[in-house]
């Protein structure tokens, strides 16, 4: 097909499809559903969160945000390549959420056209998705939700008795003619002490979409180094200290989010990040009173982007330092966690004769609680709340200190030992901060500034039998006041409405010994004052997505060979109104298949092949800059087209 005109009875064709070939392997492999878990109520299940596993990352040789988040049908990457690529979770994008990795908050801005996230897939242990706004443990100004990256310790790695050991990672990139190479090694100084250490290096040429077409300011190269020891000083404390820094840089688009045009051309850009980030763990088994998290940070995200024959080199810094102190109690009933977090954060710009030239620079101080009483055997409640003190000085001299409150209520009903409800009201605060280091020069805060706050309501329903899993969920988040610069005033930064985002969530599963199906459908609206978001006009603050559909099959055919499919299918928008004219959002289905091998029986040695956009289509993400050149004046307002089919070859040795 041309378009995805008809999703859900294509979706469900292939899903119906991908449930004969399992029920028809199963027959063969499983007389008997695997039996999962009893659910239980308990902690933080109140605030549902997905995850993304290391194993998932690696079954499609993930290489950039867009591939981390492949699976998760709330969350929607765009931009084409890794520079350009942006986040969005239920429609808002990531600058309204609270995006830490292994507790190091990542906050500030240096260039709108550029995405603010960039991580390696090898590093990851796991990402937790907390859509919509959560609890207090999520961290100051979490509007519209978290995400929390954890990185993989040396003992994730290191097999029972194991003292030391190494692996090494290749894999060959089709589309791009591009490779990447990973070396690891890992092990122990004693029974108490590990490290590890890694280096990635990755270079890629332009890729081409599905039509064959090179999209060209889309070639990089990028290099990681990252080091981590961990000791535990005693059976009851634990230290970890890291040390992370990765590089970007290649010839990209003036404005990456957009295509290469006369007025777009392509010039040197590099980015680099840089992270310190120490955790302290104190949890003696004989106290339950005690058991103490110490977070301490220290990160900084430098852009460089040289003009050439115009102004030449620019730049933008955002530095943060923080830490988070908390403890958590066990209270007859009741798991109460309590603590305090601080967040200091530096944005400096300006041409390379004197990149300090803009500074500005904010403060967030926090104090928060967040109990969850079991009232009884089926009943679990959860209340808290945080409150939060922002202190901002602008570029252009100006100050402001807003402080709030962000209180949040939720309940869960075990109705048996198969099924639960739950519901939620939530709040987040979040005050004046640092903005776009690129605008700093050019961009004013309006005098009268006022904080943003979010409110989210949701409820939903986990289901768990046999092999079956079925959950869902309603929700509505609000955001009154929200701050950017919207297009038509792009020169000052403002109150520029409220946000909406609401919709719903439908998941289910089913695993048998040697196969798993599942299907996954999101709804989602989102807006400001109204109209419907896009990311030309409401760059910082969000985008319309289609309805999406995620759906996968793997099956392991041995203990040493596995199988697997996924695909993701994004339902048309049709006549989307902006401030110029009406645009379209084609829809599109993307498949991707994998298979992993090991020939030796173990993981001494694994063989993997994935091939990426298995029909080759060719389409532009809805979470990339839609396309405005059907409107008069606005010829090149249109993001990167993704990549076509791409084959990933990939070879593991451990020693």
């Not at 040197?268 to 339950?288: A, H, I, Q």
């Not at 000085?393 to 869960?412: I, R, T």
Request: aromatic share 10%.
């Amino acid at each position: 097909m041309s378009e995805f005109t008809m999703p859900r009875t294509a979706v469900v064709f292939r899903l119906a499809a991908s449930v004969a070939l399992a029920l028809a392997v199963h027959n063969v492999h499983a007389a008997e559903p695997t039996e999962l878990p009893a659910m239980e109520i308990k902690g933080e299940r109140l605030y549902q969160s997905s995850n993304v596993t290391a194993e998932e990352l690696a079954h499609f040789q993930a290489a950039d945000l867009e591939d981390v988040f492949a699976a998760q049908p709330e969350v929607s990457v765009g931009g084409g390549h890794s520079v350009a690529q942006k986040l969005y979770m239920r429609g808002l994008e990531d600058t309204l959420l609270n995006i830490s990795i292994d507790g190091a908050q990542q906050a500030g801005q240096t260039f709108h056209h550029t995405g603010r996230i960039n991580v390696e897939p090898e590093l990851l242990k796991e990402v937790d998705v907390r859509a919509g706004t959560t609890d207090a443990l999520a961290g100051p100004g979490a509007l519209g939700g978290a995400i929390k990256f954890v990185t993989k310790d040396p003992e994730d790695l290191l097999r029972p008795g194991e003292q030391v050991g190494a692996l090494v990672k290749g894999g060959y990139f089709s589309n791009a003619e591009g490779y990447k190479a990973n070396g690891t090694l890992f092990g122990r100084f004693s029974d108490d002490w590990s490290a590890m250490l890694m280096g990635t290096y990755q270079d890629q040429n332009d890729y081409e979409d599905g039509n064959g077409t090179t999209v060209t300011g889309t070639a990089s190269r990028q290099q990681l180094g990252f080091a981590k020891l961990v000791g535990h000083l005693t059976d009851s404390q634990t230290v970890r200290l890291s040390y992370e820094r990765r590089e970007d840089d290649g010839e990209r688009n003036q404005r990456p989010q957009w295509v290469t045009s006369d007025f777009n051309p392509a010039y040197p850009l590099t980015n680099d990040r840089e992270t310190w980030n120490l955790g302290y763990e104190f949890n003696p088994e004989s106290n339950p009173f005690l058991d103490l998290k110490l977070t301490a940070y220290q990160t900084s995200n430098h852009l460089e982007q040289n003009v050439i024959g115009r102004w030449g080199l620019y730049e933008a810094e955002a530095e943060t330092w923080g830490a988070d102190l908390r403890n958590t109690s066990l209270l007859g009933g009741h798991e109460l966690a309590y603590g305090v977090d601080y967040r200091r954060d530096e944005i400096t710009a300006g041409p390379g004769t004197n990149p300090t030239e803009q500074e500005q620079d904010g403060k967030v101080y926090g104090i928060y609680a967040q109990d969850y009483w079991q009232l009884a055997e089926r009943w679990l409640l959860g209340f808290g709340g945080r409150y939060d003190t922002y202190k901002f000085n602008s570029a252009d001299g100006q100050s402001f200190d807003e402080s709030g409150f962000s209180p949040n209520a939720s309940l869960a009903y075990q109705i048996t030992p198969n099924l639960n409800l739950r519901a939620a009201h939530t709040g987040a605060f979040r005050g004046p901060q640092v903005r776009d280091g690129f605008k700093a020069e050019t961009a004013t805060l309006d005098p009268d500034l006022k904080p943003e706050e979010a409110r989210t309501n949701e409820i939903g329903f986990d289901y768990a039998k046999g092999g079956w899993l079925l959950s869902g969920k309603l929700y509505r988040t609000d955001i009154k006041d929200a701050i950017a610069d919207p297009v038509p005033r792009p020169q000052m930064f403002i109150n520029a409405g409220d946000l909406e985002s609401k919709g719903y969530l439908v998941q289910t599963a089913y695993h048998w010994d040697a196969v798993s199906v599942g299907l996954s459908y999101h709804h989602n609206d989102a807006t400001i004052d109204g109209e419907d978001l896009n990311v030309y006009e409401h760059n910082g603050l969000g985008t319309s997505i289609g309805d999406t559909w995620v759906a996968s099959a793997d099956y392991r055919v041995t203990e040493s060979l596995e199988l697997g499919w996924q695909g993701r299918f994004v339902e048309r928008l049709d006549s989307v109104d902006t401030g110029v004219g009406e645009i379209d959002k084609p829809g599109y289905g993307v498949h991707d298949v994998y298979a992993s091998w090991l020939p030796l029986q173990s993981d001494d040695l694994t063989l993997s092949l994935t091939v990426k956009n298995l029909l080759d289509k060719q389409y532009l993400d809805h979470a990339s800059n839609e396309d405005f050149q059907s409107i008069p004046g606005y010829e090149g307002i249109i993001g990167s087209y993704e990549p076509g089919r791409e084959i990933r070859l990939g070879v593991a040795m451990r020693f």
